[in-house]
Structures are given as structure tokens and as C-alpha cells.
T-cell receptor
């Protein structure tokens, strides 16, 4: 059974719209992360959370807002979508923030038209 | 700021041949280093990690990597590749302190030919 679930697997959106990417982890981890992988850039860190608290935000735009309703959930809301937002978004988790290795979900591939 | 360089964007080897994928890192403190593999249309899977101690670390599926502080490198090796090893391989360094995150290289696409 998959331990980190990301929904949907594929997502197509129009410019200017808003989407929410879902991430749930069943590893019992206390830290969660978002990364982005696009055609133009390598995998890059976006956010980290520990016990549902934002620890680090490396995205320049406020259009990206993580949301943690439960300890094992970390969704990513993206507003005013742009074609440059097209990428695969990976959720990851680790036992604790700052320690141990990170495990990745299968990703959500977002295409903005 | 830390960085990771994977100088080879693509590597092609014959099945049964040995493999080395190169990784150079830049980090001021003691690095925590990782290799991840990404199979087509899948997420990243952890192959192996180095935190301290023996510079040669063993991973899954016969992979190993060697840490060299003097060369700032963490090269991945395998003695005999299989066609199923075809994938993209990412080297990553973990920063610490208040800026805890993984920094990845651009990845190396490995193609194993029959």
C-alpha cells in the first residue's frame, strides 16, 4: 500500500484559476515538505512543516499556500495559476524535521494552459 | 548555500557492465548526502544515504556510494547493471540548522542497453 498519497495524479488547469494539490502520509511522520520539479529547473524545495507548523518557505510567491488540516496532511493551494507553474509537485515526509531521510510521494503533474 | 552538481546529464551502459554516476557537492558543514532514483512516471525512491562513518555506504539493489571529503564528491556505483536500472538518478545534500531542506542535482538519466 502506498505510504504517501498524492491526489490527483494529473491536473490540467487554465491560466488564472486555482487548484489544490492533496498530500497524505501514513508513515507516522511529523514533518512534511513540498518540492517542485519542472522542465526548466531541478527538483527544488518549496515548504517544510513540522507538527503542522510552517518551518521554512522558499517560494517567492504568495500564490502558493500550504494547508495542514491534520498532522499527516499537507495540501498545497495554488492561486492565479500561470503557465510557468506547470510542473510535477512532490510531497515528502520525514520522521522529524531536521533529522532522518525524506520519503517522497508519486507526485502531481500540473499543466497550466 | 549548498549546491549539487551532477556533471553527466545522460549515461548509457550495456547490461552487465559496471556503472559510476558522479556527484559533486558544495556545503560548508558536514554534509548529509543521498542518492534517489526516479523510475518513469513515478516518485523518488531513496537508494542510499551517508551521514558519517565508513565512506562507502551500501544501498538497495546492489548500489553503493563513496563519500570523499577531500574531493567533495559522493559518486554512485554498481558492479553490474540490469536493464531495470534505467531511470533518472538524483544526488542530494541535506542542509541543517534553520534551513533544513534537500538540495538536488539536475539528475542523470541512465539508459541500460541490452
Amino acid at each position: 500500500d502506498p505510504k504517501i498519497i498524492q491526489k490527483p495524479k494529473y491536473l490540467v488547469a487554465v491560466t488564472g484559476s486555482e487548484k489544490i494539490l492533496i498530500c497524505e502520509q501514513y508513515l507516522g511522520h511529523n514533518a512534511m515538505y513540498w518540492y517542485r520539479q519542472s522542465a526548466k529547473k531541478p527538483l527544488e524545495f518549496m515548504f517544510s512543516y513540522s507538527y503542522q507548523k510552517l518551518m521554512d518557505n522558499q517560494t517567492a510567491s504568495s500564490r502558493f499556500q500550504p494547508q495542514s488540516s491534520k498532522k499527516n496532511h499537507l495540501d498545497l493551494q495554488i492561486t492565479a495559476l500561470k503557465p510557468d507553474d506547470s510542473a510535477t509537485y512532490f510531497c515528502a515526509s520525514s520522521q522529524e524535521w531536521g533529522g532522518g531521510e525524506q520519503y517522497f510521494g508519486p507526485g502531481t503533474r500540473l499543466t497550466v494552459l | 548555500a549548498q549546491s549539487v552538481t551532477q556533471p553527466d546529464a545522460r549515461v548509457t551502459v550495456s547490461e552487465g557492465a559496471s556503472l559510476q554516476l558522479r556527484c559533486k557537492y558544495s556545503y560548508s558543514a558536514t554534509p548529509y548526502l543521498f542518492w534517489y532514483v526516479q523510475y518513469p512516471r513515478q516518485g523518488l525512491q531513496l537508494l542510499l544515504k551517508y551521514y558519517s562513518g565508513d565512506p562507502v555506504v551500501q544501498g538497495v539493489n546492489g548500489f553503493e556510494a563513496e563519500f570523499s571529503k577531500s574531493n567533495s564528491s559522493f559518486h554512485l556505483r554498481k558492479a553490474s547493471v540490469h536493464w531495470s536500472d534505467s531511470a533518472v538518478y538524483f544526488c542530494a545534500v541535506k542542509s541543517g540548522g534553520s534551513n533544513y531542506k534537500l538540495t538536488f542535482g539536475k539528475g542523470t538519466l541512465l539508459t541500460v542497453t541490452p
